[in-house]
């Protein structure tokens, strides 16, 4: 018998072999407590390879070195997205489910819609959209079939690729170049030979998934107002990222297709939404399926009904084309929710009147609350339960004490099963019981300017209302550091009381910890609201225009208060500044500052300067 003498040293590595009888592979490890390993196999002993190093790991060859570099790069390419899938989705069609999914969902952008043989599957990269889809899972429920739609959600690899920051840019000034804001329109023609592209050398097809979703992103963020869109001579088959086009172009009548692949009306019908009245489709391989015109006309208008040009050639819309809008169409979406505005001062100034005795560094002001719940009858009750950030995890509540607090009063009903034992711990009833409860809360700093208030139920006996908006907790953050801002919402039932006031009956409290993305994305949103509030009819001058504004905010009794909507014009913007600085006595530029935080709303303005009077520095009035 012959045995093979072996190295330990973790660099004398090598293979050994005997030189009798046949040859004999085994692999040794070579760990430094081994030393080494003796391997009879018949009359044979080896040594085997290299690969083992002398931690018993493999070592890592060039090509492992190239595929591992390869891998890391494509994962480095590659954008995660939320991908939708409603598994029987033929059965219901794309129309159906996306419409249906766009009155439950605010502001949904699907990406590259597509009917997989039974499945519907489209992708979304907005994270809320994504849990709201979540959220109406199986909660929509066909008319027809009675089915409840079943709604999966996935975080994914998206199907495209990340674009470079060089391409990125040249896509901008290509589009950039080739719009034409003052007729509206957009000409993609030849898109990729054009010489921005070609003496870079860089392939930008909008055949590309990637290079289409950044022409389309484009044109929601910069040129959401076309009318006319050519992408002609594009070789495009295929219109899944042209599907989102209903979504951010959804003024566009004229669309130009001809020169390309498209081999299939299935792939306009990804188009179905828009109200196009133009359409250039010659030169297509659907074309050629079509032996009379009448047939090709027909095809074409059960997609888009208003057509009055196909193909450079007249020809009328269908009878049927306009009966759309005639439907019932949802109320514009407004910052808030008044259904009898002469209740809007009671409202108004309870809430002022309440969170300006709630707020304070602790909780020793609020014992005045107590003169605001009905003595018996009242009842409180909390529940926390922070949102999903970037479909990973909760966001965490900032301070581990105050959490720690809180979340032991929590009435979360999806979680009964943890404190349904000890149910009347968490329902705090009466006045004395509810006051004293909150007088232990952490102290609170709500902003009032980022406040909404929605009323729910008007009766003669009954008045429900929830506000909610953002809040700093203690403790508060000291000047220059940034607060760590909170959301919350209040659901108020109140009862009147003699005098013209009101007692709480039932107080339901809902809080939740946020990022700094989604706080910027809420106070995005509620600018947005707020903007809604358009000018006031006539040519008045810009001071008359405040006064009226004013004059018609403070009779809040008269039915066309609703209506009443504030300018924004540099001149009207002076003259409000002018009158606030009057009225609130505080430095023009701060008046500024107050109307540009509360979006140019007098009213609003005014409720977050009574606010936050007392707060508000010295410097900001004249000196005495």
């Given at each position: 018998?012959?045995?093979?003498?072996?190295?330990?040293?973790?660099?004398?590595?090598f293979r050994l072999s005997t030189t009798t009888g046949p040859q004999h592979a085994a692999r040794l490890s070579t760990s430094p407590r081994e030393g080494f390993r003796r391997v009879e196999?018949?009359?044979?002993?080896?040594?085997?390879?290299?690969?083992n190093n002398v931690y018993g790991g493999r070592h890592q060859t060039a090509k492992d070195r190239a595929r591992s570099q390869l891998k890391n790069k494509q994962a480095a390419d590659v954008e995660k997205a939320w991908r939708v899938k409603i598994p029987s989705g033929q059965k219901y069609g794309a129309p159906f489910i996306l419409s249906t999914l766009s009155a439950h969902v605010e502001n949904l952008k699907p990406?590259?819609?597509?009917?997989?043989?039974?499945?519907?599957?489209?992708?979304?990269?907005d994270d809320d959209a994504a849990h709201a889809i979540r959220s109406v899972h199986r909660r929509i429920k066909h008319a027809e079939t009675g089915d409840r739609l079943n709604i999966i959600t996935n975080l994914v690899n998206a199907p495209w690729m990340k674009l470079k920051k060089e391409e990125k840019e040249a896509i901008?000034?290509?589009?950039?170049?080739?719009?034409?804001?003052?007729?509206?329109?957009?000409?993609?023609?030849?898109?990729?030979?054009?010489?921005?592209?070609?003496?870079?050398?860089?392939?930008?097809?909008?055949?590309?998934?990637?290079?289409?979703?950044?022409?389309?992103?484009?044109?929601?963020?910069?040129?959401?107002?076309?009318?006319?869109?050519?992408?002609?001579?594009?070789?495009?088959?295929?219109?899944?990222?042209?599907?989102?086009?209903?979504?951010?172009?959804?003024?566009?009548?004229?669309?130009?297709l001809s020169n390309n692949h498209i081999d299939?009306?299935?792939?306009?019908?990804?188009?179905k939404g828009l109200h196009l009245t133009t359409l250039f489709?010659?030169?297509?391989?659907?074309?050629?399926?079509?032996?009379?015109?009448?047939?090709?006309?027909?095809?074409?208008?059960?997609?888009?009904p208003r057509i009055s040009m196909l193909d450079g050639n007249a020809c009328s819309p269908r009878p049927d084309a306009f009966d759309e809008d005639k439907k019932a169409v949802e109320p514009q979406t407004k910052p808030g929710?008044?259904?009898?505005?002469?209740?809007?001062?009671?409202?108004?100034?309870?809430?002022?009147?309440?969170?300006?005795?709630?707020?304070?560094?602790?909780?020793?002001?609020r014992k005045d609350l107590i003169n605001a719940y009905d003595d018996e009858n009242s009842k409180f009750t909390l529940c926390l339960e922070s949102l999903y950030e970037d479909g990973a995890a909760k966001t965490r509540w900032a301070n581990d004490a105050n959490y720690t607090f809180l979340i032991r009063l929590s009435h979360n009903v999806k979680q009964e099963d943890k404190w349904k034992r000890n149910r009347d711990a968490r329902i705090f009833r009466g006045a004395m019981d509810v006051t004293a409860q909150v007088c232990k809360m952490p102290g609170t700093r709500h902003l009032q300017e980022t406040f909404l208030v929605d009323v729910v139920l008007t009766t003669p006996s009954l008045l429900i209302f929830s506000v909610q908006g953002l809040f700093e907790e203690t403790p508060f953050a000291v000047s220059p550091s940034t607060p760590t801002l909170n959301f919350f919402s209040r659901t108020f039932a109140v009862t009147p009381k003699p005098n013209g006031a009101v007692a709480v009956i039932s107080d339901e409290l809902y809080l939740s910890a946020l990022t700094a993305a989604r706080v910027d994305r809420y106070r995005k949103q509620l600018a947005r609201l707020n903007a809604t509030i358009a000018p006031v009819a006539g040519p008045a001058a810009a001071?008359?225009?405040?006064?009226?504004?004013?004059?018609?905010?403070?009779?809040?009794?008269?039915?066309?208060?609703?209506?009443?909507?504030?300018?924004?014009?540099?001149?009207?913007?002076?003259?409000?500044?002018?009158?606030?600085?009057?009225?609130?006595?505080?430095l023009p530029e701060w008046s500024a500052r107050c109307l540009q935080d509360s979006a140019w709303n007098y009213q609003l303005a005014g409720q977050n300067f009574l606010a936050s009077k007392d707060r508000i520095p010295k410097e900001a009035f004249p000196a005495q």
């Open positions: 018998m012959v045995f093979a003498r072996v190295s330990t040293s973790p660099r004398d590595a196999r018949g009359r044979s002993i080896t040594r085997f390879s290299i690969r990406i590259m819609p597509k009917m997989f043989s039974t499945e519907f599957v489209f992708f979304v990269r901008e000034e290509v589009v950039n170049r080739r719009a034409d804001q003052r007729s509206r329109a957009l000409e993609l023609n030849l898109f990729a030979n054009d010489e921005a592209f070609t003496k870079r050398d860089l392939m930008m097809n909008l055949t590309k998934n990637n290079v289409f979703l950044a022409v389309v992103e484009l044109i929601e963020t910069d040129y959401s107002n076309l009318t006319a869109l050519s992408l002609k001579d594009n070789r495009l088959k295929h219109l899944e990222v042209a599907a989102m086009l209903p979504y951010f172009a959804k003024n566009l009548k004229v669309l130009d299939s009306l299935e792939e306009l019908e990804k188009l489709l010659e030169n297509n391989p659907v074309c050629e399926k079509y032996t009379k015109a009448s047939d090709y006309l027909r095809a074409v208008q059960d997609i888009f929710f008044y259904s009898d505005i002469s209740i809007q001062p009671l409202i108004d100034n309870f809430i002022i009147e309440y969170f300006k005795t709630y707020d304070g560094v602790d909780g020793r002001s001071s008359a225009a405040v006064n009226d504004v004013a004059d018609a905010l403070s009779q809040l009794g008269k039915e066309n208060a609703t209506d009443v909507q504030v300018t924004t014009s540099a001149d009207q913007q002076a003259a409000m500044v002018a009158a606030f600085s009057a009225e609130s006595g505080m």
